[in-house]
């Protein structure tokens, strides 16, 4: 049987010099690496990392943060232990905080439309048109629309 250390190291990608050790095993939707420690036992890869390098996982309160801001990476010298509130500073200092101000409208990784579409689709609406022929139109969820137009999403597009 395979050791816990060597099934976790045979899915990182060691790189060279300095480079971020990367996961190449199971992600979860929040971006971080996976990995099965124990029979049913799933814990996040950079955390369990930090385990193999340290011998111990970190007590309650304590976060495994990443100095590269690299989710998949696995390096334990890119590691390092901090409170939820150390893990916030490190953001803010590095300006990678995800804030609405920061990733609204076009700018957000996740926007199906662009503010020539909500300029349309309000033109629309005050057409009389309802909000599901808009969303066949655009391709997107009639919720997407209404939240357009009662000023949920993209209230800063004029």
Not at 100 to 107: N, P, Q, Y
Not at 109 to 134: C, H, M, N, T, Y
Not at 144 to 152: D, E, K, P, T
Request: aromatic share 8%; net charge positive; glycine share 8%.
């Amino acid at each position: 049987m395979m050791s816990v250390e060597r099934r976790f190291w045979e899915r990182v990608d060691q790189g060279s010099g300095n480079a971020c050790w990367l996961w190449t095993g199971a992600i979860s939707t929040s971006g971080y690496g996976t990995f099965a420690f124990r029979h049913g036992d799933k814990r996040a890869a950079h955390r369990v990392a930090w385990f193999l390098a340290h011998g111990a996982f970190p007590g309650p309160g304590l976060h495994v943060c990443h100095r590269c801001d690299n989710r998949l990476c696995v390096r334990p010298t890119h590691l390092f232990l901090g409170t939820a509130a150390d893990n916030v500073a490190d953001m803010d200092a590095k300006g990678r905080r995800n804030s609405e101000a920061r990733h609204r409208g076009e700018s957000s990784p996740r926007a199906k439309l662009r503010e020539p579409d909500i300029v349309e689709i309000r033109r629309l609406s005050d057409a009389g048109f309802s909000q599901v022929v808009i969303a066949d139109r655009f391709s997107v969820h009639a919720s997407a629309i209404s939240r357009v137009l009662n000023g949920r999403r993209w209230r800063h597009v004029a």
